[in-house]
């Protein structure tokens, strides 16, 4: 570690919100470098000591990685002059600040915040004295917070990130309860608050630590697993893989002491997490609200007469069981559509959205047909797929609930949907949160249509929705089970199908028209896959819109990252234009996904896209340019955190999508990921065709493991009832319980 001491001249790049910054000083033999780190707005002119380690970066040559900072011991009367006049103060121009040095000399801060008053002298009027009294006792309890925390040992990015959030009360609170950090700082878990705790002194068994530690054994639980409850066996053996050695009594009463508080909640022998708990209590309430509402029958006659108009106009015959699903979706409050590829669930969508848009005299080509009917989906991708087949606007359930960059929607229970006709794709991926927040905002003036495949992936967020609706048998339920004759030809569907009955065969596994199987070990496989991709590229399949390898995890010599590198250095050679970011580096035209939320530059977390080009600000900030389905969105360097390539993703991130070319590599490292649900949804994501590549035998292993069942209590609160506890006592791994 390097001490240095220098001059800010100018920042090249500052992050508001997480304060990541890039500027220019001067040190003291006159030499200028380049410092980067987490530090708040510093004075120029004023001489900072910093503690730094010296990075090469591969661009942009020798750095300095800011890991704390302080003001130096000494300041010349001409840096304090230049600090005070500074755009920190507002007005004290270079005038006033040097007859405020003049007057009370080298030690003026000291001064001055000893006793304000002392500047009467300088001829400041009363007001201005408090401003600029305010102002300095701001900015220097922000460097003396931050100097105190890097004594504590916090990395400068932590210690920005805590004051960011608690400002001058940051000490205060790491001393009355570090644990807060928790549910408050983003990236904190149990073992990081546990470090900053032992700083302050306390024990291993406080009452803070303990009640914390279960806290965030129930909180892992039901994020890791995806349950929404979590038995008192589970809860007391994952309390103690995060507390280490321990004795049960201090978990047991800490337990108990949490729901008296009411942070946990128990009920019926479960606990839950008290914001849990009360999304599944609301999805209930709300969903039987709809279902009791009042609604005119619409006649069966008429709606056959529709039926038949749509059947004329559409070119097409429905069969029996579609007419039926018509009529049932359109003559109940609520009701679920539920089938797998080829069963007909689009079909049906169409024909339902025809035939309503009949009932009304709607005109579905209008620009205000969004104001009757709202069709959305949880992926910015299986919306536009709907708005690609329906022929009318989908968007995502964020964006019609009027999701801000600020978290919040606009609507809710008291500001509900308009739309008369709701309908909800890929709902099995919906989980209890985003749940209750649709279900809330949906008027008992509203048709709404939920559509699913049961037998995907559940929800990556706690909850099984889909699952728990239909178990409940509450609502209107129309499973649509027979496969259509062209889809019968698909021999992806035959093979989809076959998974999800656990009933493959040679024949399923046979090569057709739509699906190739290429037997491979796994040192040829990376070869196979490149050559996949040409063949499809050759064949004039877009690598962005058309061609998705999938794949289940992302380390391992055949995982998402590595297959991500190989392709990227396929397609761009070394001297494209480039940028690197902390362990990557991203080229023009390489293709990306989305990580997180973004709704005030339009993009939504699993979106994909390419890099388009990559320029400079006037202020000489790198400026990287995407492209998402049309839209241009800017990223500066420090926000590239946010995206990873795409050309290899995760089956669950695909999940919502559909890919012209899927390419699905088998190796046997992924024996402990794979089973019937991942890879039933991974194929189904094929629209042409389908090339499994790789140990051809793990496809029957997986078809026959299922995942673990979700310990979720949405279906009892709707039936009210209670139920038998269905647990996975010794699933629980210690690696369940590290932080991120």
Known sequence: MTKIIGNITHYLYKNKDNGYSIAKIVIEDGKEVIITGYFPELAKDVSYEFEVEEVSHPKYGVQWKVNSFSKADVQNKEGLI??????????IGPMRARKIVDTLG???????LEDKNVLKDIGLNPLQIERFYQQLFQNQVVEETLVKLYGYGLTSRMAMKLFNKYGSETLKVLKSNPYKLIDDIEGVGFVRADEIAKLFDISETDERRIEAAVLFACHTYSFKKGDTYITEKQLIQSSKMVLGQIQEDYIINAVVRLVDQERLIKNNQRYYIKFIYEAEQAISKDIKRLIHRDQTSIIKQELSTYIGIVEKILQISYTEKQVEAIKEALNSPISVITGGPGTGKTTVIRGIIEVYARLYDLDLASDKIQEHIALIAPTGRAARRMKDVMGIPAQTIHRQLGYNYEGHFLFDDVYQLPQKLIVIDESSMIDVFLANQLFKSISNESIVIIVGDKDQLPSVGPGHVLGDILSS??????ELNEIHRQAKNSGIIRLATAINQQSLNKEVLTDSNDLTFISSNQDDMMDLIIDAVDQALDANYDLIEDVQILVPMYRGPIGIDQINKVMQKHFHPKTAKNIQYADKTYYVG???????????????????????????TATNDDLIAVMFDGNKVFYHKPDLEELNLAYAISIH??????????IMPLANGYQVMLRKELLYTGITRTKSHLSLIGALGLIEKSANILNEKRQTALKSFLVEEDIQLETNEDELSPFDFLDE
């Open 82 to 91: 230049a600090y005070l006049s500074s755009d920190l103060f507002t007005g």
């Open 106 to 112: 080298d030690d003026a801060i000291i001064k001055i």
């Open 473 to 478: 048998q509450i609502v209107t339920v129309i």
């Open 590 to 616: 390489d293709k990306v996904i989305q990580l997180v939320n973004s709704p005030e530059r339009g993009i939504m977390n699993g979106d994909i896209g390419y890099i388009h080009d990559m320029t400079k």
């Open 653 to 662: 991130k695909s999940q919502g999508s559909e890919y012209a070319i899927v």
